[in-house]
């Protein structure tokens, strides 16, 4: 009995969150405005879930299983407001590349200088 209770709360503390952050990812056609929450965001970061007809092409030419992810971090807050060094994470579970037949995750990062107006900062200051 405490053995079922025990594995009871570590599953809420490991799968819970996990499946807050999945309801948490906002849809999204193009990832500019999770930029704009990243760096909105108290805690820096922000998610979502690439839709429309750039992940339909994306998932078909990879024979993925899974949608495309994307998670936005703060890496760094420059003075000028509203910008800031930002990473985005763009990730999709079975992939299949070309030349390979077994699927994998497969996981792209890109670094922006990014402000909320869409254009870069005047300095990385």
Do not use: H, W
């Not at 405005?33 to 030419?61: C, D, K, Q, Y």
């Not at 390979?100 to 005047?122: A, M, S």
């Amino acid at each position: 009995m405490c053995s079922s209770i025990l594995s009871i709360a570590i599953s809420a503390i490991f799968v819970a969150p996990a499946a807050e952050a999945q309801k948490a990812r906002l849809p999204v056609e193009d990832f500019r405005p999770l930029l704009v929450n990243a760096i909105e965001s108290a805690e820096g970061r922000a998610f979502g879930i690439l839709i429309g007809p750039m992940a339909e092409a994306l998932t078909t030419r990879m024979k993925a299983t899974s949608p495309i992810l994307i998670d936005v971090t703060t890496l760094r807050r420059y003075k000028q407001a509203g910008c800031s060094r930002l990473n985005v994470r763009f990730s999709q579970d079975g992939v299949v590349l070309p030349g390979t037949d077994k699927p994998r995750k497969q996981t792209f990062d890109l670094g922006l200088n990014y402000c909320r107006d869409g254009q870069p900062p005047r300095s990385l200051a």
